[in-house]
């Protein structure tokens, strides 16, 4: 059956999906999730039935193609059958960057970036998060 919710600001939130036993996300509600998690004032911040974070390593790696973006994984959660993966983007050239989800190494359902141009390293918008969902643990979808 589907909740339908009403925020404190009086509009309804119809993302999420209550069986008996579990809830269901949707990818938007998964991606603001994680984007609240991660950035929203701690008084903004909830706990949300069903989501649950995972360990995820937190060792660079080769995301994107190209080699000119430094990738690290921050945080991941697992909702349901659902994996989403907070990953940190920096632009490690002198020129800005925009960023192509095409570009990126792995097997994603969706890839939501939270700014899609990186200006170039050194500056203060050279970094940048993207948020990846996936059906299967972050280190087997990359």
Known sequence: MKEIRESQSGQTDSSVEHNDATAQYSNVALTRFAAQQLYAPLRLVQD??????????REPIALLRGGTVDATPLVAWRAG????????????????????????????????FQHNRLLAGGSDADTTTVYLISARPFAVSR
């Open 48 to 57: 949300r039935p069903g989501i649950v974070r995972v360990p995820v390593d």
């Open 81 to 112: 059958g659902l994996y989403i993966t907070a990953v940190k983007l920096i632009n490690r050239t002198d020129q800005p960057q925009t960023l192509d989800p095409r570009n990126l190494r792995g097997t994603w359902l969706t890839a939501t």
